[in-house]
């Protein structure tokens, strides 16, 4: 029994002593991987926390500015690349944008046709209706060989009153506005429309006075020419009574019937004659007037009382020039109707006729002084009319 003893206590000792080893190695092998796991995590920290090496510093200082010039060459590429889109977007347009662009522009120009239109058909109708008056008692002292001055003037004003009532001052004015609104319209139309065919006043150009000349005299002929038949009939309404033609319809009626159908273009040569002058003279003056105003007082616009001087001056002088013009065609025109249709048939013959019979002052500037104060009154109100309406329906349009 003591040797079965002693040979279990040696198994259970080198038992003993093998589980021994085994958890040492057990022991060692955790203790290990313990460390090994310690260490994996304080090493970043280590890694941070420890101060770099010069070197290295300047390495990474490097490598960072290269890394920001990089981002800003490729933030300049790409902001480039957007610009460059742009611009050959809005150099090559499409076909969708190039007809859109056409049709604003059509808008806008026949916009710009219309406003003028209106304006200037109430530019005139104002200024007309202002001074039908006067206009009749001129027309009627050129249209005959009475003596003018200022006393028969008034007789004739008198007289017309006391015997066809006030109304008859105005006699004649319908036939005025049928004529003077379509006139006045194209006129003040066609000079827009030429002063932007000649260039006059474009921006950062200076114009010669000839062009404004030009332009004016052009809108002239083409409103005269266009609405002469009208001037007729106005002007044979002026010096008859009213049982002699009652009505505008009545003075076309009688003329095509009696006189046939030329009559209505008798006198038209002087009267274009006289309207380039008369026109170029009367625009290219206001026109510059109101440069020459913008040059020395810095302002744009001025105000309407200003615009109706600049008429009134430009008025002034035009139907001075063109006076004697005025005379040939107011005979030529009433000559039927005033005993004299064999006498006035030629510009140079009633030129003449005139001349020898009543002379410079008395005849082919009769009635000159009251075209002075006629004249100016209308061509400032017409003026300043046109400026200010046009000004105004050019904001109501931009408003909508």
């Known amino acids: ?50 101060p770099k090496h010069p070197h290295h510093q300047k390495n990474e ?7 920001d010039v990089s981002s800003s060459q490729s933030t300049f590429k790409d902001i480039r690349t957007e610009q460059e889109i742009l611009a050959t977007t809005s150099v090559k347009p499409t076909s969708f944008q190039e007809s859109l662009q056409e049709k604003e522009t059509a808008t806008s120009h026949t916009q710009q046709v219309f406003i003028s239109l209106v304006a ?14 006067l206009d009749r008692t001129k027309i009627n002292f050129q249209a005959t060989q009475q003596k003018f001055s200022g006393l028969h003037a008034l007789q004739f004003l ?41 260039k006059v006043d474009a921006q950062g150009t200076e114009t010669p006075s000839s062009r404004r000349f030009l332009a004016g005299a052009l809108a002239g002929v083409t409103s005269q020419f266009l609405t002469y038949p009208l001037d007729m009939a106005r002007a044979r309404m002026a010096v008859t009574r009213k049982c002699t033609y009652s009505s505008l319809p009545e003075v076309f009626i009688k003329i095509w019937k ?18 380039i002058p008369y026109a170029g003279t009367s625009f290219g003056i206001y026109e510059t007037l109101k440069t020459n105003y913008k040059a020395h007082t810095g302002r744009d616009k001025p105000n309407p009382l200003e615009r109706m001087l600049f008429g009134a001056v430009a008025g002034l002088v035009g139907q001075s020039f063109s006076y004697p013009l005025d005379i040939v065609r107011r005979r030529m025109q009433t000559a039927s109707v005033t005993g004299n249709g064999n006498s006035y048939k030629t510009i140079i013959g009633t030129l003449r006729k005139v001349y020898r019979e009543e002379g410079v002052r008395h005849g082919l500037y009769k009635g000159l002084s009251m075209n002075w104060i006629k004249g100016p009154i209308a061509v400032g109100i017409s003026f300043s009319t046109f400026d200010t309406l046009k000004m105004f329906l050019e904001q109501v349009s931009h408003r909508r």
């Open 258 to 275: 009696n006189e046939g159908p030329r009559t209505l273009y008798r006198g038209l040569t002087p009267t274009l004659l006289g309207v």
């Open 61 to 67: 200082k490097e490598a960072k500015e290269n890394s």
């Open 120 to 133: 200037g058909a109430m530019a005139g109708a104002v200024a007309k209706s202002t001074i039908a008056p």
């Open 158 to 198: 008198r007289e017309s009153y006391q015997k066809e009532g006030l109304q008859s001052l105005w006699r004649g004015n319908s036939a005025t506005m049928a004529r003077i609104i379509p006139y006045a319209a194209i006129q003040f139309t066609a000079h827009e429309q030429y002063k932007r065919l000649l």
């Open 1 to 50: 029994m003591a040797i079965g003893a002693a040979e279990d206590s040696v198994k259970l000792v080198g038992v003993t002593s093998i589980s021994v080893d085994d958890v040492s190695g057990m022991s060692h092998s955790l203790e290990s991987r313990a460390v090994a796991a310690v260490i994996s995590d304080i090493t970043p920290a280590i890694s941070v926390t420890r």
